[in-house]
């Protein structure tokens, strides 16, 4: 069964960074692409990026002005997401979530929750 | 960016009563790659319905879903206990992906 894994939850200072990882299994790593999206507490869903794990492209949103960083590792079927210069505004859940190209969503990690304070 | 825009906020209902959720776009979504998804506190997004009208798997048959261009809507025939939670729907057939502010499904 398809399974997205994420890492635990992280507690940054602002100005630092945070890594989070999301380990695939139960279907071909390459064969779907990953996106990015983020909660913050009591708010909606915001889309912050996608990689194709395939070649390793990647687009974010421009509201994150090239905060994020998005790479995989195909040894391990995980992509990772790295949000740089964290500010209290990115306290939030981030979300893994696989899909094909032009298609929705269907399968999600489970979360990690990322608090941003000093 | 195709900007979406749910209404009501909020819908307060009893079991056993129908649903209607809208979710109106800035722009035409390309071949209607809207998407809807339920959320549950402390669980991630489930997908309900792709492509407008299509159920996901596992997804019962009293949700529906209906439209195409800019107007669009989510329909729970009789609502379940379950079904208490927040709708969000999503466009997928551009760059950025997009969600709608949700609308919140709480119990009268």
């Known amino acids: 069964q398809v399974q997205l894994v994420q890492s635990g939850a992280e507690v940054k200072k602002p100005g630092a960074s945070v890594k989070v990882s999301c380990k695939a299994s139960?279907?071909?790593?390459?064969?779907?692409?990953m996106h990015w999206v983020r909660q913050a507490p009591g708010q909606g869903l915001e889309w912050m990026g996608i990689?194709?794990?395939?070649?390793?492209?990647?687009s974010s949103a421009q509201k994150l002005q090239g905060r994020a960083t998005m790479t995989r590792d195909t040894s391990t079927s995980t992509v990772y997401m790295e949000l740089s210069s964290l500010r209290s505004e990115d306290t939030a859940v981030y979300y893994c979530a696989r899909a094909l190209s032009s298609a929705p969503f269907d399968y999600w990690g489970q979360g990690t929750l990322v608090t941003v304070s000093s | 960016e195709i900007v979406l825009t749910q209404s009501p906020g909020t819908l307060s209902l009893s079991p056993g009563e129908r649903a209607t959720l809208s979710c109106r776009a800035s722009?035409?979504?390309?071949?209607?790659?809207l998407a809807w998804y339920q959320q549950k506190p402390g669980q991630a997004p489930r997908l309900l319905i792709y492509g407008a009208s299509s159920r996901a798997t596992g997804i019962p048959d009293r949700f529906s879903g209906s439209g195409s261009g800019t107007d669009f809507t989510l329909t729970i025939s009789r609502l379940e206990p379950e079904d208490f939670a927040v709708y969000y729907c999503?466009?997928?057939?551009?760059?950025?992906?997009?969600f709608g502010q949700g609308t919140k499904v709480e119990i009268k």
């Open positions: 139960g279907y071909t790593f390459t064969s779907h692409y």
């Open positions: 990689i194709n794990p395939s070649g390793g492209s990647t």
């Open positions: 722009q035409s979504v390309s071949s209607s790659y």
């Open positions: 999503q466009q997928y057939g551009s760059t950025p992906r997009t």
